[in-house]
């Protein structure tokens, strides 16, 4: 009996080891840990309509890096998603595939603005690799204070008033039925 618990209790000491050494390399190892996050991204929520930040300064200038540079001016009056990313950044990474789902419906409705401080060297390659063609921009002025982070990833959806109906610090499932939902009723206003 004695050497039947002895066994029971080695068996299951090795187990939990052995199931912490592997939630630790999926932490560890860069593709696994976005795919973690992918599973637990939730939709971000929006911000109550008494406590929004009005965006008045458009004045931002956008070198396109796969695309045509940007002046910001000409997104006033519409509907706007901003992501400042990396792609380096575990849960920039995480969220990458829910805002391209998103960016192929509502890309002829939506002004969508991925900036990044990377260059093209960097940023292309990750962009083939994943089959992305999300618009990317480097800065060429400072942005709007409003629009203003030390955090990746960060994205900001702009309703046509300029309020910042959502601001969202981390990953987020982006094609969510919520955000899209929102976003519809954002494009009638």
């Known amino acids: 009996m004695l050497i039947k618990q002895k066994h029971m209790q080695f068996n299951r ?54 695309t045509t540079d940007l002046d910001f001016e000409t997104a006033k009056n519409k509907v706007v998603i901003i992501n400042i990313w990396a792609t380096w950044c575990p849960p920039c990474i995480a969220e990458m595939p829910s805002l391209q789902d998103l960016y192929n419906d509502y890309k002829d409705q939506v002004v969508f603005v991925f900036v990044t401080s990377e260059g093209t060297e960097k940023v292309m390659p990750f962009m083939d690799k994943n089959n992305y063609n999300l618009p990317i921009y480097n800065m060429s002025s400072r942005e709007p204070d409003l629009l203003s982070t030390q955090s990746i990833p960060t994205t900001y959806l702009i309703n046509k008033k300029g309020e910042i109906v959502i601001k969202k610090t981390g990953a987020a499932n982006w094609n969510s039925s919520k955000v899209r939902s929102q976003l519809d009723e954002l494009l009638k206003q």
């Open 13 to 66: 000491k090795m187990i939990s080891n052995i199931l912490f050494i592997v939630a630790l390399a999926l932490v560890i190892y860069p593709k696994s840990r976005a795919w973690i996050m992918r599973q637990v991204a939730f939709s971000p929520s929006m911000e109550n309509v008494g406590n929004r930040a009005k965006l008045t300064n458009y004045n931002w200038q956008l070198k396109g890096i796969n």
